[in-house]
T-cell receptor, first 112, second 112 residues
Framework: RKEVEQDPGPFNVPEGATVAFNCTYS??????FFWYRQDCRKEPKLLMS???SGNEDGRFTAQLNRASQYISLLIRDSKLSDSATYLC?????????????FGKGTHLIIQP | NAGVTQTPKFQVLKTGQSMTLQCAQD?????MSWYRQDPGMGLRLIHY???????DQGEVPNGYNVSRSTTEDFPLRLLSAAPSQTSVYFC???????????FGSGTRLTVV
Protein backbone atom coordinates (compact mmCIF):
# COMPACT_ATOMS: atom_id res chain seq x y z
CA ARG A 1 0.00 0.00 0.00
CA LYS A 2 1.34 3.39 -0.97
CA GLU A 3 1.98 5.84 1.85
CA VAL A 4 -0.45 8.51 0.67
CA GLU A 5 -3.03 7.84 -2.00
CA GLN A 6 -5.41 10.12 -3.82
CA ASP A 7 -7.85 9.54 -6.65
CA PRO A 8 -6.20 11.47 -9.50
CA GLY A 9 -9.57 12.35 -11.10
CA PRO A 10 -10.36 14.48 -12.90
CA PHE A 11 -13.49 15.33 -11.01
CA ASN A 12 -15.75 17.29 -13.35
CA VAL A 13 -18.26 19.23 -11.29
CA PRO A 14 -20.82 21.88 -12.27
CA GLU A 15 -20.43 25.30 -10.77
CA GLY A 16 -22.35 25.63 -7.51
CA ALA A 17 -22.21 21.94 -6.68
CA THR A 18 -20.63 20.34 -3.63
CA VAL A 19 -17.64 18.08 -4.18
CA ALA A 20 -15.62 15.97 -1.80
CA PHE A 21 -12.52 13.87 -2.17
CA ASN A 22 -10.43 11.76 0.15
CA CYS A 23 -6.82 10.97 0.78
CA THR A 24 -5.78 7.74 2.48
CA TYR A 25 -2.55 7.24 4.39
CA SER A 26 -0.80 4.09 5.49
CA UNK A 27 1.05 5.09 8.67
CA UNK A 28 -1.42 5.03 11.53
CA UNK A 29 0.95 7.10 13.68
CA UNK A 30 1.00 10.04 11.25
CA UNK A 31 0.85 13.30 13.09
CA UNK A 32 -0.17 16.21 10.92
CA PHE A 33 -2.23 16.60 7.81
CA PHE A 34 -2.68 19.34 5.25
CA TRP A 35 -4.46 20.16 2.03
CA TYR A 36 -2.57 22.15 -0.59
CA ARG A 37 -3.91 23.62 -3.80
CA GLN A 38 -1.82 23.69 -6.96
CA ASP A 39 -2.87 25.58 -10.06
CA CYS A 40 -1.56 24.53 -13.45
CA ARG A 41 2.16 25.31 -13.77
CA LYS A 42 2.21 27.04 -10.38
CA GLU A 43 3.56 26.22 -6.95
CA PRO A 44 1.55 24.38 -4.28
CA LYS A 45 -0.14 26.70 -1.81
CA LEU A 46 -1.32 25.74 1.64
CA LEU A 47 -5.11 25.57 1.65
CA MET A 48 -5.73 24.36 5.18
CA SER A 49 -4.47 22.21 7.97
CA UNK A 50 -6.61 19.26 9.01
CA UNK A 51 -7.38 19.01 12.70
CA UNK A 52 -8.62 15.98 14.59
CA SER A 53 -11.95 17.62 15.31
CA GLY A 54 -12.39 18.76 11.73
CA ASN A 55 -12.19 22.34 10.60
CA GLU A 56 -13.88 24.73 8.25
CA ASP A 57 -12.67 27.73 6.30
CA GLY A 58 -15.45 29.39 4.37
CA ARG A 59 -16.68 26.96 1.74
CA PHE A 60 -13.99 24.41 2.58
CA THR A 61 -14.26 21.72 5.23
CA ALA A 62 -11.47 19.33 6.12
CA GLN A 63 -11.92 16.21 8.21
CA LEU A 64 -9.68 13.51 9.63
CA ASN A 65 -10.76 9.93 10.20
CA ARG A 66 -8.00 8.24 12.14
CA ALA A 67 -9.83 4.93 12.46
CA SER A 68 -10.03 4.52 8.69
CA GLN A 69 -6.83 6.50 8.03
CA TYR A 70 -8.06 9.10 5.63
CA ILE A 71 -8.57 12.82 5.39
CA SER A 72 -11.21 14.51 3.33
CA LEU A 73 -11.81 17.87 1.72
CA LEU A 74 -15.31 19.12 0.98
CA ILE A 75 -15.96 22.17 -1.17
CA ARG A 76 -19.42 23.71 -1.08
CA ASP A 77 -20.91 26.05 -3.66
CA SER A 78 -17.98 25.41 -5.98
CA LYS A 79 -16.61 28.27 -8.08
CA LEU A 80 -14.84 28.22 -11.42
CA SER A 81 -11.77 29.46 -9.57
CA ASP A 82 -11.73 26.27 -7.48
CA SER A 83 -10.46 24.37 -10.52
CA ALA A 84 -7.03 23.11 -9.52
CA THR A 85 -5.17 20.07 -8.29
CA TYR A 86 -5.56 19.37 -4.59
CA LEU A 87 -2.63 17.72 -2.83
CA CYS A 88 -2.83 16.07 0.54
CA UNK A 89 0.23 16.06 2.76
CA UNK A 90 0.84 13.74 5.67
CA UNK A 91 3.59 14.14 8.23
CA UNK A 92 4.99 10.97 9.69
CA UNK A 93 5.90 10.36 13.32
CA UNK A 94 8.83 12.48 14.36
CA UNK A 95 7.48 15.32 12.29
CA UNK A 96 10.83 16.28 10.80
CA UNK A 97 11.43 18.08 7.55
CA UNK A 98 11.93 14.71 5.86
CA UNK A 99 8.67 13.40 7.22
CA UNK A 100 6.33 15.05 4.73
CA UNK A 101 4.70 12.78 2.17
CA PHE A 102 2.75 14.37 -0.65
CA GLY A 103 -0.08 12.68 -2.45
CA LYS A 104 -0.03 12.90 -6.22
CA GLY A 105 -3.09 15.11 -6.21
CA THR A 106 -6.73 15.12 -7.26
CA HIS A 107 -7.54 17.19 -10.32
CA LEU A 108 -10.77 19.18 -9.98
CA ILE A 109 -12.49 20.90 -12.89
CA ILE A 110 -15.43 23.17 -12.18
CA GLN A 111 -17.60 23.56 -15.25
CA PRO A 112 -19.82 26.57 -15.95
CA ASN B 1 7.05 40.47 2.02
CA ALA B 2 8.49 38.43 -0.86
CA GLY B 3 8.17 34.98 0.77
CA VAL B 4 10.24 32.37 -1.07
CA THR B 5 12.06 33.55 -4.18
CA GLN B 6 13.50 31.12 -6.71
CA THR B 7 15.71 31.92 -9.66
CA PRO B 8 15.84 31.26 -12.53
CA LYS B 9 12.26 30.47 -13.52
CA PHE B 10 13.34 28.56 -16.63
CA GLN B 11 16.61 26.94 -17.62
CA VAL B 12 17.86 24.71 -20.41
CA LEU B 13 21.09 22.83 -19.82
CA LYS B 14 23.17 20.51 -21.89
CA THR B 15 24.04 17.11 -20.48
CA GLY B 16 27.09 17.39 -18.27
CA GLN B 17 26.73 21.07 -17.45
CA SER B 18 26.46 22.24 -13.88
CA MET B 19 24.34 24.99 -12.44
CA THR B 20 22.94 26.37 -9.22
CA LEU B 21 19.28 26.96 -8.52
CA GLN B 22 18.86 29.83 -6.11
CA CYS B 23 16.36 29.98 -3.27
CA ALA B 24 15.92 32.77 -0.74
CA GLN B 25 13.29 33.40 1.91
CA ASP B 26 12.70 36.48 4.02
CA UNK B 27 10.48 34.94 6.70
CA UNK B 28 13.30 33.89 9.01
CA UNK B 29 12.29 30.24 8.62
CA UNK B 30 14.70 27.64 9.90
CA UNK B 31 13.32 24.80 7.78
CA MET B 32 14.00 24.80 4.05
CA SER B 33 13.59 22.02 1.51
CA TRP B 34 14.06 21.29 -2.16
CA TYR B 35 11.54 19.18 -4.06
CA ARG B 36 11.24 18.02 -7.61
CA GLN B 37 7.90 17.42 -9.27
CA ASP B 38 7.54 15.08 -12.20
CA PRO B 39 4.35 14.00 -13.98
CA GLY B 40 2.75 11.07 -12.22
CA MET B 41 5.35 11.12 -9.43
CA GLY B 42 4.19 13.86 -7.13
CA LEU B 43 6.61 15.95 -5.11
CA ARG B 44 9.79 14.23 -3.99
CA LEU B 45 12.22 15.58 -1.42
CA ILE B 46 15.78 16.13 -2.67
CA HIS B 47 17.55 17.79 0.27
CA TYR B 48 16.48 19.69 3.31
CA UNK B 49 17.87 21.90 6.04
CA UNK B 50 16.76 22.55 9.60
CA UNK B 51 18.94 25.60 10.08
CA UNK B 52 22.06 27.39 8.91
CA UNK B 53 24.92 24.95 8.58
CA UNK B 54 22.70 21.86 8.78
CA UNK B 55 21.62 19.93 5.71
CA ASP B 56 20.52 16.37 5.04
CA GLN B 57 19.46 14.14 2.19
CA GLY B 58 15.92 13.46 1.19
CA GLU B 59 14.39 10.77 -0.97
CA VAL B 60 16.21 11.56 -4.24
CA PRO B 61 19.54 13.30 -3.45
CA ASN B 62 21.79 11.77 -6.09
CA GLY B 63 23.25 14.31 -8.49
CA TYR B 64 22.48 17.28 -6.26
CA ASN B 65 24.33 19.21 -3.58
CA VAL B 66 23.10 21.85 -1.16
CA SER B 67 24.57 24.26 1.35
CA ARG B 68 23.02 26.50 3.97
CA SER B 69 25.44 29.22 5.00
CA THR B 70 22.70 31.64 6.05
CA THR B 71 19.13 31.31 7.29
CA GLU B 72 17.85 33.08 4.17
CA ASP B 73 19.54 31.15 1.36
CA PHE B 74 19.42 27.50 0.35
CA PRO B 75 20.92 26.97 -3.12
CA LEU B 76 20.65 23.65 -4.96
CA ARG B 77 23.55 22.66 -7.17
CA LEU B 78 23.34 20.23 -10.03
CA LEU B 79 26.78 18.69 -10.38
CA SER B 80 26.61 17.22 -13.90
CA ALA B 81 23.19 17.58 -15.47
CA ALA B 82 21.47 14.53 -16.91
CA PRO B 83 18.24 14.27 -18.91
CA SER B 84 16.69 12.45 -15.93
CA GLN B 85 16.97 15.72 -14.01
CA THR B 86 14.50 17.43 -16.33
CA SER B 87 11.82 18.47 -13.90
CA VAL B 88 10.17 21.31 -12.03
CA TYR B 89 12.07 22.21 -8.89
CA PHE B 90 10.42 23.82 -5.89
CA CYS B 91 12.06 25.33 -2.88
CA UNK B 92 9.96 25.57 0.29
CA UNK B 93 10.41 26.99 3.76
CA UNK B 94 8.65 26.66 7.07
CA UNK B 95 8.72 27.92 10.63
CA UNK B 96 8.07 24.30 11.57
CA UNK B 97 6.82 21.36 9.46
CA UNK B 98 3.71 21.16 11.59
CA UNK B 99 2.76 24.64 10.39
CA UNK B 100 2.97 23.84 6.70
CA UNK B 101 5.40 25.02 4.07
CA UNK B 102 5.52 28.06 1.79
CA PHE B 103 6.70 27.26 -1.71
CA GLY B 104 8.62 29.30 -4.22
CA SER B 105 7.26 29.68 -7.75
CA GLY B 106 9.52 26.96 -9.11
CA THR B 107 12.26 26.47 -11.67
CA ARG B 108 11.46 24.57 -14.85
CA LEU B 109 14.64 22.78 -15.88
CA THR B 110 15.18 20.97 -19.15
CA VAL B 111 18.34 18.96 -19.73
CA VAL B 112 19.05 18.10 -23.36
Amino acid sequence: RKEVEQDPGPFNVPEGATVAFNCTYSNSASQSFFWYRQDCRKEPKLLMSVYSSGNEDGRFTAQLNRASQYISLLIRDSKLSDSATYLCVVISPGGGADGLTFGKGTHLIIQP
Amino acid sequence: NAGVTQTPKFQVLKTGQSMTLQCAQDMNHEYMSWYRQDPGMGLRLIHYSVGAGITDQGEVPNGYNVSRSTTEDFPLRLLSAAPSQTSVYFCASSYSPGFGYTFGSGTRLTVV
